[in-house]
């Protein structure tokens, strides 16, 4: 399998060599490659092994394993084969489109028939030869199989069983995924990386976790579905011009600038309202309530959602939560799905991604550097940081890194998502940095504490360099601590916040309901360029005195409208209920029918936009 598999990527790679020359460092695909291939040779092996921990006897059932292994091979080598024409048509290992056209339909297959028949019959010529060598081979191997006494064949195998779990798995923190293969903003190279076998089988599981939501709230047809989401953008309809991409729109700028500003999304792990003094909660963040007066603080911000991937889709795609999984995890995402990043760097931005952590936790490496960003920096890259614990290095460590990346871009403008991780279980910063809330050093409120010392160290930094006054800073939390309480949906732990600063934003308080798809809208008009986009969120500055705050919340399959102190909230396969939002709680009201279409059509809306990739820049 590994000399397939090898053999199949540097044909690869000589058949793509004019495309992928230029990419600096397209080599390290072979070894990145190679430890992909190596999941599935481990997993080839996990099944005879596990019957020889079990004590299988190997001579009794040796023409049984000839047939297992000779079968593995051929599946992986006509992945490969397979592979020829998905790749030079799509880009791409095969993946969800390749596992919806396994049981193709008959115009389908007459199109494969027509347009790759001599591909199909060298396929089959190529595998006849190749199960024949294999038959051959395994057969001298065969020949050589003896019997061990049963307590020698259980304990080697018993130790091979959990060197192959590791080899499935891998040794870091974070599982290994299709994301650690990927170490270019080349599409191709990461493509390449992989290997067909397993793309295919990822894409398959991954699968599963795409289904519409209409399955779980109720129908509705697709424009009243965009009519009604429409109407909360609090825009004319002729400002919207494209049926492809039914929320692409323009937003001139506001102000005239000699040079585009710059743009830094700190978004910051697990922060709540609750643990922020500038929005009543406990004093933990005395720099961040400093920085609070300098720009526009939001005073009721919610999160679309309690994982970080949601809190990102909402910041850099301005894209609503789904019953299912992120779109950063999901297929048909992993390229041209709109993220502020790709729009930027289409207008001369570098555009970074900065995280302590692996970045290719929850497929993040792979999505964003898929959609605009072109440097990514985590763990790996970090020189000599000065604390390094579970989640990766500190956040010191990581807004030191931020600084750096930022005076290295000189005069040209920038984009950069900043992603923190010290205010995460196990609670680990370096000592010394605060004064303790509490004892011991290791909890919520001193991890809570010390995030926000990082926050105030990266702006004494930033204040040094010339870049600072071209540049508008978003600080906003992913997501709240753990979303419990007593309410069907707990919206006061969705509270988070939020703050813009920078040039254009007079230091205030915006008081009515906004959402994190609210913040890139607010933004753009002030950097000084127009923009088109397809963002649900709404710029909160041009909104009139009479418009209403919305926010949308996601928790597992529970979805959440809420516009002012109204809430319309849908459940899987039960009728809609609404309530009023006073005093942090949910209070039962009577249910109003076009409310409750309006939330049915914001709960609908993401996937009818993800599922025909209609969120998106014009191609």
């Not at 790709?342 to 959609?371: I, P």
Request: glycine share 6%; proline share 5%.
């Amino acid at each position: 399998m590994f000399v397939v598999l090898s053999a199949s990527r540097a044909l690869f790679a000589v058949y793509y060599f004019e495309r992928i020359r230029p990419v600096e460092g397209f080599g390290w695909m072979f070894l990145y490659g190679l430890r992909m291939d190596a999941i599935v040779v481990c997993t080839a092996l996990i099944l005879p092994v596990a019957l020889l921990a079990a004590g299988g006897n190997a001579v009794k059932f040796r023409s049984a394993w000839r047939l297992y292994f000779c079968v593995a091979v051929l599946l992986v080598t006509t992945m490969e084969l397979l592979s020829i024409s998905f790749i030079n048509e799509y880009d791409a290992r095969p993946n969800r489109l390749f596992i919806e056209n396994l049981v193709p339909n008959a115009e389908l297959r007459a199109t494969i028939w027509a347009d790759y028949k001599y591909v199909l019959l060298g396929i089959g010529v190529v595998l006849s030869g190749a199960l024949w060598f294999c038959w051959r081979l395994s057969g001298a191997f065969a020949t050589r199989v003896t019997t061990w006494r049963k307590r020698r064949q259980v304990a080697v195998a018993l130790v091979a069983m959990v060197v192959l779990v590791w080899g499935i798995r891998g040794v870091d923190h974070r599982p290994l995924n299709v994301s650690s293969a990927f170490f270019s903003t080349d599409r191709l190279v990461n493509e390449l990386s992989l290997n067909s076998s397993y793309s295919a089988a990822y894409a398959a599981y991954r699968r599963r976790h795409e289904s519409s939501p209409i399955k779980l709230y109720g129908k509705m047809e697709e424009q009243e579905i965009v009519d009604r989401v429409r109407k909360y953008m609090v825009e004319e309809p002729p400002c919207f011009k494209s049926k492809e991409i039914p929320f692409l729109r323009r937003q001139p700028a506001r102000v005239q600038r000699k040079r585009a500003a710059n743009v830094v999304l700190i978004l910051e792990e697990s922060l709540g309202a609750m643990f922020c003094g500038c929005l009543g909660g406990l004093p933990l963040t005395p720099n961040l309530d400093r920085l609070s007066k300098e720009g526009l603080l939001f005073r009721q911000m919610y999160s679309t959602g309690t994982r970080t991937v949601r809190g990102m889709e909402a910041t850099i795609s301005g894209f609503l939560p789904t019953p299912g999984r992120s779109v950063v995890k999901l297929e048909r995402s992993q390229s041209g799905f709109f993220t502020v990043a790709q729009m930027l760097k289409g207008h001369g931005y570098a555009t970074d991604f900065v995280y302590g952590g692996e970045s290719h936790f929850d497929n993040m490496r792979a999505f964003l550097l898929g959609n605009g960003f072109e440097n990514v920096m985590d763990q790996t890259t970090f020189q000599s940081p000065e604390f390094h614990g579970t989640w990766g290095v500190s956040d010191e460590d990581l807004m030191r890194e931020a600084n750096a990346s930022f005076v290295a871009h000189g005069e040209q403008p920038f984009f950069a998502l900043i992603l923190s991780t010290s205010n995460h279980t196990p609670f680990e910063f370096p000592e010394g940095r605060i004064d303790l809330y509490e004892q011991p050093q290791a909890t919520r409120n001193n991890s809570v504490k010390y995030a926000d010392h990082a926050i105030g160290e990266l702006f004494r930094m930033a204040r040094q360099e010339a870049y600072f006054r071209d540049t508008i800073w978003i600080i906003v939390a992913d997501h709240n601590m753990k979303t419990f309480g007593d309410d069907l949906i707990p919206i006061d732990k969705f509270h988070i916040p939020a703050l813009i600063i920078g040039p254009g934003f007079t230091p205030g308080t915006y008081d009515k309901v906004a959402s994190q798809v609210d913040l890139m809208p607010t933004v753009l008009p002030l950097l000084g360029l127009g923009f088109e986009h397809p963002m649900l969120g709404r710029d909160v500055l041009s909104l009139p005195d009479d418009a209403p705050g919305r926010a949308v919340m996601q928790q597992f399959d529970t979805h959440a409208l809420m516009v002012g102190d109204r809430v319309v909230v849908h459940q899987p396969l039960t009728e809609p209920l609404q309530f009023d939002y006073a005093d942090r709680r949910l209070v039962p009201a009577k249910l109003d029918r076009d409310f409750e279409l309006d939330g049915l059509a914001h709960a609908l809306v993401p996937w009818v936009l993800y599922s025909q990739s209609r969120h998106r820049l014009p191609k």
